[in-house]
């Protein structure tokens, strides 16, 4: 299992993801650009000592990291408030990527095109979102729940 945060723009939330993929043994690759460096304050105070926990690869693009991904063979499951299909009616397999988008902008058309799934998370009616790194926990739990106790 492994996240991939698609032109992230808010440092904190970032570090926050890297600090959750830390804990719970995930890799976790940044598309790029981001919209701040890693040197940012905010993302090193979000992420905290835990940056040294977690296996983080950087693609210097969305056609870089969909090249890196196709090699491997993974599926790219992309999180949106225009998903599909819910997020718990899904079945995950280990070797999934968990996708989030910029939290300005969501994805590209090409990401949404190259996506193997669309998954939302449902919330209550005339909200809009949430938080990006709320949004991969929830996932990120799901998912693990069920590849460690597959419905069988």
Request: aromatic share 8%.
């Amino acid at each position: 299992m492994q996240i991939a945060l698609f032109q992230p723009d808010i440092p904190q939330n970032t570090g926050t993801i890297l600090r959750l993929c830390a804990c719970l043994g995930i890799a976790a690759h940044i598309i790029e650009p981001a919209g701040f460096p890693v040197s940012d304050r905010h993302f090193r105070r979000a992420g905290m000592d835990y940056l040294d926990h977690v296996s983080i690869v950087r693609h210097d693009s969305w056609s870089k990291f969909e090249e890196w991904r196709v090699g491997q063979g993974n599926r790219l499951l992309l999180f949106t408030t225009k998903g599909a299909t819910d997020y718990r009616d899904f079945r995950y397999q280990m070797s999934d990527i968990l996708l989030f988008g910029r939290e300005s902008a969501g994805v590209t058309d090409a990401v949404v095109e190259a996506a193997d799934a669309r998954l939302v998370i449902p919330i209550t009616p005339g909200l809009r979102s949430l938080n990006v790194a709320m949004s991969a926990a929830m996932a990120a739990g799901e998912a693990l729940r069920q590849v460690r106790n597959p419905f069988d």
